[in-house]
């Protein structure tokens, strides 16, 4: 005879929304473009679940006929990312190149007054082998000169980080039984709000020997400002679960080189690629913390997420060697590591 009895049901839905405006004229060798959008994007998810044991008849496997151990859960969640966001393209001659874009985001992942953001982006570029000085240059193919600004924004967190969360399901001791009550088990940061990388590009992309040899130089530097991140609490405040908060900036910048050649040999076509990438990785600020999580710390001028470890500075000779030095473990033998 079937002893149980269970049922579950969840719904998840998500409805997109994008609209966009476009815009393009030529005006003898002027190329002009606009684009103008709005998007939306809602997600919600719900589940319901219930269980029930000692089923009386075989055949009859509904919730209602089970009279033990009663159960039921459930649970809802949503978000929702509002977008406003536009583009401008200028050319001339297929010769200078502008564009310029924007974005205007809204995220339900942070409070009221913080949910907003904007982020610019703005690019050049310089065709040079299209000038008339470089035309009398037969070995150079193609020549560009280019540079953009930019930023976008972050907002991908658990939902509700902004307040703080609590357990409704707690239990308490109170007069020598266990009682049900609620606690908050995750302290959060009401002032979170988007994260901010800025990224800086100038390069030089060069085709030569009728497209043969390309090569491609570029430096690059991208900044994360107000860093979303967990923070971890000291165990004084008790079993709590650390806030995600905006802590800090951190950079990489570096160079970037790629080449690629290509050629025949008879009917037998080739090709070689290579690239080579300088990056340093560095926190520019912390507002002046240290974070330390288990074995990693983040330190102002130091690399994100670098080791936080005993320094080892020798090997145990003898008895006498670990006697003289500052405590390590009570196995602590001759040949084990020496901790600073």
């Known amino acids: 005879m079937r002893n149980s009895v269970s049922q579950a049901h969840q719904d998840a839905l998500t409805q997109t929304l994008q609209l966009t405006l476009n815009f393009q004229k030529q005006i003898n060798k002027h ?12 997600y919600n998810f719900s589940s319901l679940s219930a269980s029930r044991k000692k089923i009386p008849f075989d055949g009859i496997y509904v919730i209602d ?17 509002r977008s406003y966001f536009g583009r401008v393209n200028y050319g001339f001659k297929d010769r200078y190149l502008f564009e310029g874009n924007f974005r205007y985001d809204g995220s339900s992942r942070f409070a009221k007054g913080n949910r907003w953001g904007v982020f610019p982006s703005f ?8 000038e008339e000085f470089m035309k009398d240059i037969p ?33 308490y001791s109170l007069n020598g039984e266990i009682q049900s009550g609620a606690a908050v088990t995750a302290y959060n940061d009401p002032n ?12 030089l992309d060069a ?10 130089l570029e430096y690059f530097d991208k900044r994360t400002s107000d860093i979303l991140r967990k923070v971890i609490l000291p165990q004084q405040v008790g079993s709590l679960d650390g806030p995600i908060r905006n802590i800090g900036e951190v950079s990489n910048k570096g160079f970037e080189l ?14 070689v690629n290579g690239n080579m990438t300088f990056i340093k990785n560095k926190i520019e600020s912390l507002k002046g913390q240290t974070i330390i999580d288990g074995m990693f710390i983040l330190e102002e001028g130091k690399p ?13 000779q003898s008895e006498e060697e670990i006697k003289n030095s500052p405590y390590q473990t009570a196995a602590t033998k001759p040949g084990y590591l020496k901790f600073e």
């Open 139 to 171: 070995w150079i193919y193609n020549l560009k000169l280019r540079a953009s600004w930019g930023q976008l924004g972050n907002e991908r967190i658990d939902l509700f980080r902004y307040v703080d969360l609590m357990n409704l399901d707690a239990k």
């Open 31 to 42: 190329e002009i473009g606009a684009l103008l959008g709005y998007s939306q994007e809602w």
């Open 65 to 81: 006929a089970g009279t033990e151990d009663i159960t039921n859960s459930g649970t809802k969640s949503s978000w929702a990312l």
């Open 258 to 271: 790629n080449l690629a050649y290509r050629n025949n040999i008879g009917d037998f076509r080739y090709e």
């Open 123 to 130: 690019s050049a570029g310089w065709r040079l082998s299209e």
């Open 304 to 316: 994100i997420d670098s080791f936080y470890m005993l320094h080892a500075i020798g090997i145990f």
């Open 192 to 203: 979170i709000t988007w994260e901010t990388t800025t990224m800086t590009n100038i390069g």
């Open 207 to 216: 085709s030569l020997f009728n497209g043969n040899l390309d090569f491609s």
